[in-house]
Structures are given as structure tokens and as C-alpha cells.
């Protein structure tokens, strides 16, 4: 017991030894002395996130950059952290931008990723965006990009997040009348993800529409009747008629797309859902059963052909299609699979291995649409 103590006593006095001896080769140095001032923009965001109200908040912004101001030169990559993360403190109320980018930082790989990820995570921009003032988020954003050029590479979902914003202003403004500034958000959205392929914006859009069907398809067929050639704005724009059942549109969209891009399992998937509108139901078993071979673990592909198969009365390949989508990719979260499968099952009269389905469905389910699932376990 005796040497246990002694042993744990040694420990600590090794450490604190260490530690005196670091502490003195700073002071020594002047390296203490900087590596404070160097971190003052981390310690002031401390400061800036616990203070009481925004009024606080915006004292405490102002005294740190009043402080920062003459303790660096222009070209010293810890201002510029500091800098930017003085101009985006994480205020509550999303004050308006005040300061101008007079000054380009440059940003190794490293830093400048950890800043990117302090500016998605910790800065005013999230605060904006979800107070839904896009415009400030915006000025912050353009501000950052202009401080620190290519900061924006380095974001993981930023650039989807303003672009998701802009785009679901442009919808409202376009079911609202008001054309010139829904086709302002239009551009600004697409701007955030220029650098991206148009799947990726592409996909924005979709999650943006489920209640702005109208808008989406005015914007996309724009953008086809802009670029012709663009096959990807095609898929987009087929996929939004078909989810207002406009087989012919959708059809129309999409056919040019049978030859040049035969391989895309998308480009089957649409081409089938907009047969099953136009109720050419054998035509779009086929396209659908090309859209599972071409990609046999698509969850999409897979559920599509599942609930043709439901809706003919296949329940038996309906169920086997449905249970491969749910081993697929992704397959296990995606609520509405479950969902399906609780409907073929019950089809099937096997009411225990239904009612698990929709139980899964529940618990994975967007909470505004839990009760109609919930709905189908008091049948």
C-alpha cells in the first residue's frame, strides 16, 4: 500500500515538473505571451457564446476587435482565424454585417478546414439560417469567402444549406407572384453550389418541393430550356412531373435520355413512373424491372418496381423486392419502405410481421407523419 502511494506521489511530481519546465521555455521565449494573444479570437468566442443577451454579445465583439485591431499584421494567417471569427461571433439576434473584407488571409489546408468547420458549426451563419434571415447569412457568408478565398471548398454542408434556403425562398416568392425575386433567390441558390455537380444541387431542389411541385417544374424546365443538353436537369425535371402524376410531361422530359443514357438506372425509374400514370403498366414494368438490373442495390429502384408489383397484386414479389431495398444502402432508415412493406404484408393477411413494419415506420418516421402510419395498427 505504502509503495502505491509513493508510486502515485512520483507520478504527480514528474508531472508538475514537466509542466514548470514548459511553462518557464514560454515565458522564456516570449512564448507565453503569444500564444495568448494568439488565441485571443478563441477566447473572446468563449466569452461571445456564454454571454447573457445579444446586447452583451455585440459589446463583447466590439472590445475584442477593438483589441485585435493593431496586434497583427495583415498577412499573419492566426489573424486572419481570429479575424473572421470576430466578423461572424455567434450573436443571437443575426445582427447585420458591419465590417468590409479589406484584407485577403491566407490559410494552410489544415487551419483553413478547422475554420470551415468552426464557421458551419459555431458562427452567426447557422444563427441566421435558422432564424431564416437569409440575406444576413448570406453577407456573412460572402464576407468570409472574400476575407479567407476558397474558404468555402473546405465546408461540409454549408453551401447546401444556403443553397436549400434560397432555393425554398424562390419557390414561396414564385407561388406568391413574385417572379423577378424568386428568379434572384434561383440564381443566388445555384451560385452556392456552382463548384458541384448538378446532382447535387439537384437534390436540394427535390427536398425543397414536396408542397412547391408548381415552382420546382417552372424553375427546372427553365433550366433545360436554357441547356437542352444538360441529361441531368432532364432526370430532375421528369422525376418533379411524375411526382404531380404529369405522365406525359414526365415521359416527354425523359425519353430523349433512352438512348444517350440507356445505362442510368434514373433515367428507367422515371421513364416507368411516368408509364404507370399514363397506366401503360405492362410498358412500365418492364422499364422499372431495366432500372433493378441496371442497379440491383438502389433503394429507390428497388421500392419503385416493389410498389408497382403491390399495386398489380404481385404481393409476394412486392414483399421479396421490398426486404432487398431494406438491406440496400441506406434501405434500414428509409421509413417509407417499411412502411410499404406493413401494406404487403397486411395484403398478405400476416398482421404480426405487419404490425412490426409499422412500428419500425413509426420510429423512424418525420414526427408529422407518424399518425398515418399509426393510423393502418388500429385496422
Not at 69 to 95: E, F, G, K, W
Amino acid at each position: 500500500m505504502a509503495y502505491v502511494r509513493t508510486r502515485t506521489r512520483l507520478q504527480y511530481s514528474m508531472f508538475g515538473v514537466l509542466f514548470l519546465v514548459a511553462v518557464a521555455y514560454l515565458v522564456v521565449g516570449g512564448g507565453l505571451r503569444d500564444m495568448l494573444s494568439r488565441n485571443m479570437g478563441h477566447l473572446s468566442m468563449l466569452r461571445l457564446q456564454f454571454a447573457g443577451d445579444a446586447v452583451q454579445q455585440s459589446e463583447l465583439q466590439r472590445r475584442a476587435a477593438a483589441r485585435l485591431t493593431p496586434s497583427y499584421a495583415a498577412n499573419d494567417a492566426n489573424a486572419a482565424y481570429s479575424r473572421v471569427q470576430l466578423a461572424l461571433a455567434p450573436i443571437r439576434s443575426c445582427p447585420a454585417l458591419k465590417e468590409s473584407a479589406q484584407v485577403e488571409y491566407r490559410l494552410d489546408k489544415d487551419r483553413q478546414q478547422e475554420l470551415a468547420r468552426w464557421v458551419e458549426g459555431n458562427s452567426v451563419i447557422p444563427i441566421c439560417l435558422v432564424r431564416n434571415d437569409l440575406d444576413a447569412a448570406s453577407a456573412y457568408y460572402n464576407w468570409a469567402e472574400k476575407a479567407v478565398p476558397g474558404l468555402s471548398q473546405s465546408y461540409v454542408r454549408l453551401s447546401s444549406q444556403m443553397a436549400s434556403g434560397f432555393v425554398a425562398r424562390s419557390f414561396e416568392r414564385y407561388d406568391t407572384g413574385d417572379a423577378t425575386a424568386a428568379e434572384a433567390d434561383w440564381s443566388t441558390a445555384k451560385a452556392y453550389l456552382s463548384s458541384a455537380p448538378y446532382d447535387v444541387f439537384g437534390d436540394v431542389v427535390e427536398k425543397a418541393a414536396s408542397r412547391r411541385r408548381k415552382a420546382q417544374q417552372h424553375f427546372l424546365a427553365s433550366e433545360l430550356a436554357s441547356n437542352p443538353t444538360n441529361a441531368v436537369v432532364r432526370i430532375y425535371l421528369a422525376q418533379a412531373y411524375n411526382a404531380t402524376s404529369q405522365g406525359q410531361q414526365a415521359l416527354d422530359a425523359i425519353t430523349p435520355l433512352l438512348k444517350t443514357m440507356q445505362e442510368d438506372t434514373r433515367v428507367w425509374q422515371q421513364h416507368g413512373q411516368a408509364l404507370i400514370a399514363l397506366k401503360r403498366i405492362p410498358e412500365a414494368e418492364e422499364s422499372l424491372q431495366k432500372a433493378v438490373r441496371l442497379a440491383p442495390l438502389v433503394l429507390q429502384a428497388l421500392n419503385r418496381l416493389g410498389v408497382l408489383y403491390q399495386a398489380t397484386g404481385k404481393t409476394e414479389r412486392a414483399e421479396a423486392l421490398f426486404r432487398q431495398a431494406l438491406a440496400s444502402p441506406g434501405g434500414a432508415d428509409a421509413y417509407w419502405v417499411w412502411d410499404h412493406l406493413g401494406d404487403v404484408l397486411l395484403q398478405q393477411g400476416k398482421k404480426p410481421q405487419a404490425q412490426q413494419a409499422y412500428e419500425t415506420a413509426i420510429a423512424k418516421a418525420p414526427g408529422d407523419l407518424q399518425d398515418a402510419i399509426r393510423k393502418k395498427l388500429e385496422r
